[in-house]
Nanobody, 125 residues
């Protein structure tokens, strides 16, 4: 089993920045693909970004490309999501997820095996 705990959410004004972190514990392996999803009220949970085990080839949803950056530190078992130029439409609960699947990129929920509990991000206009 893998446990994922997100942190770093909060309230920020439009144009501001936040950095989300995801701490992994349990039966962890640096070989997991990692991803971030978000769930806004009234919408389905959507893919945000994912990253390979080596940290190469980050992949982003078009809606966040150029504003968000995903990174990982395998020595610390953490995955981060730096979010810049935030917009009100970025408001959502953000989830970290881990996958043992070996193809890439992974943009569907059912491609991930483990999920965190989520952290709320609210962007005011």
């Amino acid at each position: 089993q893998v446990q994922l705990v997100e942190s770093g959410g909060g309230l920020v004004q439009a144009g501001g920045s936040l950095r989300l972190s995801c701490a992994a514990s349990g039966r962890t392996t640096s070989r997991h693909r990692m991803g971030w999803f978000r769930h806004a009220p009234g919408k389905e949970r959507e893919f945000v970004a994912c990253i390979t085990w080596s940290g190469d080839s980050p992949y982003y949803a078009n809606s966040v490309k150029g504003r968000f950056t995903i990174s990982r530190d395998n020595a610390k078992n953490t995955v981060n999501l730096q979010m810049n130029d935030l917009k009100p439409e970025d408001t959502a609960v953000y989830y970290c997820a881990a996958s043992t699947t070996y193809y890439y990129p992974l943009i569907k929920e059912n491609e991930y095996n483990y999920w965190g509990q989520g952290t709320q991000v609210t962007v005011s206009s």
